[in-house]
């Protein structure tokens, strides 16, 4: 990559000069050599891919099976009324090369389950939990735990959000959820079904999430490991809860 080369050099490319006031030549270098698995491509997805391009991560992998509809136009940046019914792996990897075509991403349009979450994050140095059924995410947080990978959850209904770092061997869902659900897909959907998301919230938790993942890559330290944050956007609050 030109792009690494030249930061090995101590030469800062333009597209990535003001990363560097935060994340430093050697973090940058480090984002250019990180590989990320993004699970799911929707609300909070597509604002967190977009973002990890910008930053520079240089290899991505993006699983998600559904296609843009109409109701996604409100929320998902991806979503485009001349893509409706567009895959939404597919489409993210068109719009990640027009924003860095130095960046390898790796479009896998399949619904994510527990049996290929193992093989198709192999080799990812983290993940994103960007889903919105707890069946998915329960399973993302097992494979996620055999790859020994973090995994920065996210999940948003109506103005709130919440977001948590969910270390390998520390599992955090059945602390937060309760038992997993039986069954896969969108069994376990959660409130945002009836609370609906306005494009607010999937914009301000993706932005969390990535900056998250990004201090990880990094090697910056994260402030949310063990611990579930609450976003109250409508109060303007947030809580920390920990998880020890």
Not at 30 to 37: I, T, Y
Not at 44 to 61: D, Y
Not at 172 to 201: D, S
């Amino acid at each position: 990559m030109v792009e690494l080369t030249a930061l090995e050099q101590r030469i800062i490319p333009e597209r990535y000069q003001r990363n560097i006031g935060t994340v430093g030549i050697d973090g940058q270098m480090r984002l250019l050599r990180s590989k990320v698995g993004v699970v799911g491509a929707g609300g909070l997805g597509g604002l967190a891919i977009e973002l990890l391009a910008r930053m520079g991560i240089g290899s991505l992998v993006v699983i998600d099976g559904d296609s843009f509809a109409a109701s996604n136009l409100n929320r998902q940046l991806l979503t485009l009324e001349g893509g409706l019914g567009a895959g939404k792996a597919e489409t993210a990897a068109r719009r990640v090369k027009e924003i860095n075509g130095a960046v390898e991403i790796l479009p896998l349009q399949q619904q994510a389950d527990a049996s290929n979450l193992v093989a198709s994050l192999a080799g990812c140095d983290l993940a994103l939990d960007c889903l919105d059924n707890l069946a998915t995410r329960f399973a993302l947080e097992e494979a996620c735990g055999r790859l020994a990978i973090p995994l920065v959850h996210g999940a948003i209904a109506g103005f709130m959000g919440q977001l948590a770092v969910i270390e390998p061997g520390r599992p955090l869902f059945a602390k937060i959820y309760g038992a997993p659900p039986a069954g896969t897909g969108n069994v376990g959907r959660g409130v945002e079904t009836v609370l609906g998301n306005p494009a607010t919230t999937p914009a301000m938790l993706a932005a969390w999430q990535v900056n998250e993942a990004v201090k990880i890559l990094a090697g910056l330290e994260s402030g949310l490991k063990d611990k579930l944050l609450i976003i109250d956007m409508l109060s303007g609050e947030c809580t920390t809860v920990p998880f020890a």
